[in-house]
Nanobody
Framework: QVQLVESGGGLVQPGGSLRLSCAVS????????MGWYRQAPGRQRELVAG???????NYADSVKGRFTISRDNAKNTVYLQMNSLKSEDTAVYYC?????????WGQGTQVTVSS
């Protein structure tokens, strides 16, 4: 069983920054393709950023230039650095891991951008 545990969410003012972390409880982390998704109230869950096992990254157009996804294979952890946050970034952020035919999700962490 693979567990994903997110942390780092919270309340931040517009223009501020947060860093989300997702710790994965599996020593095979380095072969996982990882992603961050978010879901705002009344909206569908959407991909924010992804990073492959080979460190290729992709981003939603709405966060390009503001968010950065990275991974530390020694710590079995993936990060999402979020800068220049906007009110529309408010959502529950979920960590996602994909390996072979299997997909795993974390429990989510709330990010609220408000003054």
């Amino acid at each position: 069983q693979v567990q994903l545990v997110e942390s780092g969410g919270g309340l931040v003012q517009p223009g501020g920054s947060l860093r989300l972390s997702c710790a994965v409880s599996n020593s095979r982390f380095r072969i996982y393709n990882m992603g961050w998704y978010r879901q705002a109230p009344g909206r569908q869950r959407e991909l924010v950023a992804g990073i492959t096992s080979g460190d290729s990254t992709n981003y939603a157009d709405s966060v390009k230039g503001r968010f950065t996804i990275s991974r530390d294979n020694a710590k079995n952890t993936v990060y999402l650095q979020m800068n220049s946050l906007k009110s529309e970034d408010t959502a529950v952020y979920y960590c996602n891991a994909v390996v072979s035919i299997y997909t795993y999700w974390g429990q989510g962490t709330q990010v609220t951008v408000s003054s």
